[in-house]
Structure formats: structure tokens, C-alpha cells
């Protein structure tokens, strides 16, 4: 076995964020997508990975999604729609969901925070939170 830090190589890094709201715990780790990227033309892409889990007692079903994503100038992009990457999972007691998704940012930082909006087996309606996380590249907050 190869002691990776030894030769100098790390992974990149990757932020996490976790939020639990109602048993509903959100968890995301982001990372930085340098092959996909364009630092000259101020382009930068992010992957998020959202584990969604019910650790909670009642069953409830995830009907929509709202970010909120800031850029190291201080801009502001809501972004809202139905469901995740085109699903609408229901999550019983014990279950979990997951998916990978993108954010490009035209700065080398930012953050991304926000809600699911989720409703229970007897109609309760209720925003789940999204911890806010970072986006950043490697050595950007040095």
C-alpha cells in the first residue's frame, strides 16, 4: 500500500455541509471539476453530491428544491424547481436518497445553501434545510 501523501499528491479537497430537519438530514460534499473547467474564460464547475436520509418517524416525499447560490462577488442566483435531477423521491423511515449534481460559478469560490420543500404521507408540507457548503478550487482559500 502506497502512503499517497508521501509522494506529495493529495486528493482535491471537497466541502461538506449537514442539516437535519424534521428527521429529514441532508449531507453534501462539493468538489471542483477542474478537467471541465475554463479559468481564462471565468468559468468553473462544481459538483455536489446530495445524500438525502430519513432519520426521522414518518414518511415524506420530496416535492421540490430551491438553492441559493452566491459567487465571490457577492451575486446571488435562486434556483427553483420541481423535484431533483427529474425525481421526486419518497423517503419511508430508514430511507435514503442520492444524486450527483453541477453548479458553474464564474468566480474560483462560492457557496450554495438551501431547502427541499417536502411533504409528509398526511399532506404536512415543510422545508427541509440545505446547510450552506462552499465551492471552491484547490488553494483558492489560502
Known amino acids: 500500500m502506497t502512503d499517497i501523501s508521501a509522494r506529495g499528491t493529495h486528493p482535491p479537497p471537497t466541502y461538506t455541509s449537514e442539516a437535519t430537519t424534521r428527521g429529514i438530514r441532508i449531507q453534501v460534499e462539493s468538489a471542483?471539476?477542474?478537467?471541465?473547467?475554463?479559468?481564462?474564460?471565468?468559468?468553473?464547475?462544481?459538483?455536489?453530491?446530495?445524500?438525502?436520509?430519513?432519520?426521522?418517524?414518518?414518511?415524506?416525499?420530496?416535492?421540490?428544491?430551491?438553492?441559493?447560490?452566491?459567487?465571490?462577488?457577492?451575486?446571488?442566483?435562486?434556483?427553483?424547481?420541481?423535484?431533483?435531477?427529474?425525481?421526486?423521491?419518497?423517503?419511508?423511515?430508514?430511507?435514503?436518497?442520492?444524486?450527483?449534481?453541477?453548479?458553474?460559478?464564474?468566480?474560483?469560490?462560492?457557496s450554495m445553501q438551501g431547502t427541499y420543500q417536502m411533504v409528509t404521507a398526511g399532506g404536512e408540507k415543510f422545508d427541509a434545510q440545505i446547510a450552506p457548503f462552499t465551492l471552491a478550487i484547490p488553494n483558492a482559500l489560502n
Open 32 to 110: 471542483y471539476l477542474s478537467a471541465q473547467s475554463s479559468p481564462k474564460d471565468s468559468h468553473y464547475l462544481f459538483a455536489y453530491h446530495v445524500r438525502i436520509s430519513n432519520v426521522g418517524g414518518e414518511t415524506a416525499q420530496l416535492i421540490s428544491r430551491e438553492w441559493i447560490i452566491t459567487n465571490a462577488d457577492g451575486e446571488v442566483e435562486r434556483v427553483k424547481g420541481p423535484g431533483v435531477v427529474g425525481e421526486t423521491p419518497v423517503l419511508p423511515p430508514g430511507g435514503a436518497f442520492e444524486y450527483t449534481s453541477y453548479c458553474p460559478l464564474k468566480t474560483q469560490v462560492g
